[in-house]
């Protein structure tokens, strides 16, 4: 690209921004009204579930009083986060075929948890993913490593859903400072410190049974208006994405961002892998089965976000291929280098430029997204902070010797101390592709949480020393190797532009990290002296598969 082409291109995507920005600042008032009631509206309902948390029970499990349905739909919110809407939307947008392999992998990713975690751990655990651990094994050294792991992996998830944030309510207001955009973070983290401290996990659980409703509707009008706008035909509207998006029919076929070489190929197996195998790990998914009061609730709750999740990853492909078509990927990239506001800004364009429709649709859709950020950060903060006070403080720190209302204490001021590292983390983030940063955590949670959780269901044999091994080894390796890849430096892309000390290739470590975290699980038991108590392990067998004793 000649330097006269390349300021023009420059100018275009600056045109573009400032259009969008200026159609949302001229129905600014709009917009703020309807952020400010959604706020106020989650606000009341964190409220009202607080004055009804009475114990321990309450603020981690919700009373273990939700149906299959209701947990299904919590869970379901709690997992369709600010990287599906945004990031699988943007990924699609600008990559096509190989952005859909995000909600592939998503979804598929389910089948492991069905199958292998949901009934038995909602068994065999109380409140955390350490209680599983610490059944057959030495409590304080695994519930350290549990709570360590827990903390670590929802502050990678964390990352993304504060990006994701930034840049929303940047494009809306027309923020375009740093400072702006760092201060937006900064309230969602506010938001979702005060989700957590009043509500626990009644209010967050109705806060995302709220939200998932309205990102599946919010998705199903915008699916119904991409393909009005093109007869049903999905025929043409494919084909206009890839006339519109410059790549022709490489636009519809695998390789555009995950096949010009082999870095890339393995780039893209190492995601595959991460996706399917992280949700079975991840700490703010694994407690949404405690919420039940029973092992068939808990199979049924799964059911039910299957069902719920794959409607809305089907509709990431008219999102996706409808902002392609409709958006020219300058527009895209002007906006936010990572494409996170093509679907914000389709619902712009589908609504109609300089139109009130478009405004309106423009803020409801954002409206919603925000609404999906502040439902997953509140979830998150809930595991990380739940496992610190009752893995970490009651029964290392305290020695199990911690009350309910203490223990509860500590979880908020946990919750105060998280908020702010992801807040400092979220802000470095803000222009990221937060797919991408939601794929890093699903490859840690894969690398030191599932090994770790199935070896200790299935495996008779499996010790202390396996566990800390597999956690401390998969977690070790996972964040290391992101720390050295294009990720963190390097590239233009990178969490840090301007320097390079990468020397990891690829952009997601689990190709590498999950076998790593699986082998240490082994070595580490065949290595140790530790006499396994099979009676333990047949206790835990019999009550992760029957439910007999189980909370």
Request: no cysteine.
């Amino acid at each position: 690209m000649s330097p006269a082409q390349h300021t023009l291109s420059a100018t275009g995507r600056a045109s573009h921004t400032l259009l969008a920005a200026g159609e949302a600042s001229e129905h600014r008032t709009l917009i703020v009204t309807l952020f400010a009631v959604f706020v106020a509206a989650t606000l009341v309902i964190t409220v009202w579930a607080g004055r009804q948390t009475k114990d321990a029970a309450d603020f981690y499990a919700g009373g273990r009083q939700f149906t299959g349905f209701q947990n299904g739909l919590a869970v379901s919110g709690d997992y369709m986060s600010a990287a599906s809407f945004l990031g699988i939307a943007g990924a699609i947008a600008l990559f096509g075929y190989d952005g859909f392999l995000y909600s592939i992998g998503f979804l598929v990713a389910w089948l492991v948890a069905l199958l292998l975690v949901a009934e038995p751990l909602r068994n065999s655990g109380r409140y955390t993913m350490g209680d599983v651990l610490a059944y057959r094994m030495r409590q304080r050294p695994v519930r350290t490593a549990a709570g360590t792991s827990t903390i670590v992996v929802s502050i990678f998830y964390l990352l993304a859903q504060m990006a994701g944030a930034g840049v929303l309510v940047s494009l809306l207001l027309g923020i375009t400072s740093d400072g702006g955009k760092i201060g937006i973070v900064a309230l969602v983290g506010v938001l979702m410190i005060v989700y957590v401290t009043i509500g626990g996990m009644k209010g967050t659980t109705w806060v995302q049974m709220v939200k998932a409703v309205l990102l599946i509707v919010g998705a199903l009008l915008l699916t119904f208006l991409v393909l009005l706008k093109f007869d049903f035909n999905v025929s043409d509207l494919l084909g206009k994405a890839a006339a519109n998006s410059g790549k022709g029919s490489a636009f519809l076929e695998p390789g555009l961002k995950y096949g010009a070489t082999g870095t890339t190929k393995l780039d893209f197996l190492s995601l595959g892998l991460a996706l399917v195998l992280g949700t079975a790990g991840l700490p703010h998914i694994l407690i949404r089965f405690y919420t039940v009061p029973t092992a068939r609730a808990a199979r049924k709750s799964v059911f039910w976000a299957i069902g719920l999740i794959g409607t809305f990853y089907l509709m990431t492909l008219a999102l996706g291929f409808g902002a392609a078509a409709l958006i020219t990927p300058d527009e895209i990239t002007g906006s936010n280098k990572a494409g996170n506001t093509a679907a914000p800004l389709l619902a712009l364009h589908l609504g109609g430029l300089h139109s009130d429709w478009g405004a309106v649709l423009l803020a409801t859709i954002s409206a919603v997204a925000f609404a999906t950020i502040l439902a997953v950060v509140a979830g998150l903060t809930l595991a990380s902070s739940s496992s610190f006070a009752h893995d970490i403080y009651a029964n290392v720190i305290r020695k199990g010797r911690a009350t309910e209302k203490q223990e509860i204490n500590a979880a908020r001021y946990a919750t105060v101390g998280i908020g702010a590292v992801s807040i400092l983390l979220g802000a470095l983030a803000r222009d990221m592709n937060v797919a991408g940063l939601v794929a890093l955590a699903f490859a840690v949670a894969a690398s030191a949480n599932l090994p770790t959780i199935l070896y200790s269901l299935f495996w008779k044999r499996f010790t202390t020393s396996g566990a800390l091994w597999s956690i401390y080894g998969g977690l070790v390796t996972a964040v290391g190797l992101v720390l050295f890849s294009p990720v963190v430096s390097g590239k233009e892309s990178s969490m840090f532009p301007g320097v390079d000390f990468h020397w990891f290739p690829l952009e997601n470590p689990g190709i590498i990290s999950i076998p790593v975290g699986f082998l240490l699980g082994v070595v580490g038991t065949l290595l140790s002296k530790e006499v396994p108590d099979a009676g333990k392990y047949a206790e835990l067998e019999v009550r992760s598969l029957t439910g007999t004793g189980a909370h």
